[in-house]
T-cell receptor, first 116, second 109 residues
Framework: NAGVTQTPKFQVLKTGQSMTLQCAQD?????MSWYRQDPGMGLRLIHY???????DQGEVPNGYNVSRSTTEDFPLRLLSAAPSQTSVYFC???????????????FGPGTRLTVL | GEDVEQSLFLSVREGDSSVINCTYT??????LYWYKQEPGAGLQLLTY?????DMKQDQRLTVLLNKKDKHLSLRIADTQTGDSAIYFC?????????FGAGTRLAVHP
C-alpha cells in the first residue's frame, strides 16, 4: 500500500489563482479529511467525507471546495487563492470514524502552499 | 466552542521521563488522542484513550485521563533523541478532530 499520497508537495500561487490539491489513498478507506496547519496552531478541519458522494464542512471551509466521486480520491479546490490561505495542508483517511481494533488513521505528507 | 490547550514547549534530558499535558473544554468526546509530528512530515497517531478509562499504557507511553479536571497527559518513559517532535492532543472522531496547538519536545544529552 502506498498509504495516503498528496500532490504537489510545494506550490506557490498568486492571489486570485485557483488550483486543486490532490489526495489519494489505496486502503479502501471510507473516511477522509482535509486539515490546514498554521504556525503555532493545531490542525483545523476544512472539509471531510464519510464516503463517495458525501462531504461536509469543517471548522474553516470558506474559500475551499471538495468532492468525492471515488473512494480513493478526495481533491481540495481553492477557488480564488488569498494570502490567508498560505498554510500546510494535510489529508487524512481512516477505515472507521473512531478507533476500531487495530484500525488507525493515516495522514499524508502534506502540501506546503504559499499565496503571494 | 470546544477548545484544547497545551503548553508549547518542553525540554528533557535523554533517559528521563517526559510528561506532556493537555486540557480541554468539551466533555462529550468519546475518544482523546495523542499524535506525533516530526519535522517536515505528517501526523502519526501514537495512542488514544476511551473516555471511560483513566489510564492506558502502550510500551513506553502512558496516557492519563482526569475527566473531572478535563486533563489529559502523555508520559514518555526513557525519552530518546528520536522522540524529539511536536506532540498534539486531539479529541473527536478521526475525521472531525479538534487539535491543540502542539507541544514541541526537545531532548538533549
Amino acid at each position: 500500500n502506498a498509504g495516503v499520497t498528496q500532490t504537489p508537495k510545494f506550490q506557490v500561487l498568486k492571489t486570485g489563482q485557483s488550483m486543486t490539491l490532490q489526495c489519494a489513498q489505496d486502503m479502501n478507506h471510507e473516511y477522509m479529511s482535509w486539515y490546514r496547519q498554521d504556525p503555532g496552531m493545531g490542525l483545523r478541519l476544512i472539509h471531510y467525507s464519510v464516503g463517495a458522494g458525501i462531504t461536509d464542512q469543517g471548522e474553516v471551509p470558506n474559500g475551499y471546495n471538495v468532492s468525492r466521486s471515488t473512494t480513493e480520491d478526495f481533491p481540495l479546490r481553492l477557488l480564488s487563492a488569498a494570502p490567508s490561505q498560505t498554510s500546510v495542508y494535510f489529508c487524512a483517511s481512516s477505515y472507521s470514524w473512531t478507533p476500531q481494533g487495530t484500525d488507525t488513521q493515516y495522514f499524508g505528507p502534506g502540501t506546503r502552499l504559499t499565496v503571494l | 466552542g470546544e477548545d484544547v490547550e497545551q503548553s508549547l514547549f518542553l525540554s528533557v534530558r535523554e533517559g528521563d521521563s517526559s510528561v506532556i499535558n493537555c486540557t480541554y473544554t468539551d466533555s462529550s468526546s468519546t475518544y482523546l488522542y495523542w499524535y506525533k509530528q516530526e519535522p517536515g512530515a505528517g501526523l502519526q497517531l501514537l495512542t488514544y484513550i476511551f473516555s471511560n478509562m483513566d489510564m492506558k499504557q502502550d510500551q513506553r507511553l502512558t496516557v492519563l485521563l482526569n475527566k473531572k479536571d478535563k486533563h489529559l497527559s502523555l508520559r514518555i518513559a526513557d525519552t530518546q533523541t528520536g522522540d524529539s517532535a511536536i506532540y498534539f492532543c486531539a479529541m473527536g472522531g478521526y475525521n472531525k478532530l479538534i487539535f491543540g496547538a502542539g507541544t514541541r519536545l526537545a531532548v538533549h544529552p
